[in-house]
Nanobody, 124 residues
Framework: QLQLVESGGGLVQPGGSLRLSCAASGFTWDYYVIGWFRQAPGKEREGVSC????????YYVNSVKGRFTISKDNAKNTVYLQMNSLRPEDTAVYYC?????????????????WGQGTQVTVSS
């Protein structure tokens, strides 16, 4: 059974860094895309970044470009989201999600498998 488990959230001061991990298991697809999403209180869940298993290509929402980096470790079946220069507006619950195929998309409706989420709070 496909399972996604996030970790690495926490409390950090503005300008600080965190690295989130998404450990994946149970995949049977030849190719897949892992996405990171976030949801702040009272707001809709939004896509942050995604990475394709086929070629490692990535995609980012404009608000995190240059600050966040998504990467994967195939040996560990883990996808990471390195978050630098964090801002209070980055505060949210962060989720990883998976979809089969090669299409890189930040449309949450395209993802059928989700982790439980990890809280990121940016505050002084």
């Amino acid at each position: 059974q496909l399972q996604l488990v996030e970790s690495g959230g926490g409390l950090v001061q503005p300008g600080g860094s965190l690295r989130l991990s998404c450990a994946a298991s149970g995949f049977t697809w030849d190719y897949y895309v892992i996405g990171w999403f976030r949801q702040a209180p009272g707001k809709e869940r939004e896509g942050v970044s995604c990475i394709s298993s086929s070629d490692g290509s990535t995609y980012y929402v404009n608000s995190v470009k240059g600050r966040f980096t998504i990467s994967k470790d195939n040996a560990k079946n883990t996808v990471y989201l390195q978050m630098n220069s964090l801002r209070p507006e980055d505060t949210a619950v962060y989720y990883c999600a998976a979809r089969p195929g090669r299409l890189r998309t930040l449309d949450k409706g395209e993802y059928g498998y989700w982790g439980q989420g990890t809280q990121v709070t940016v505050s002084s």
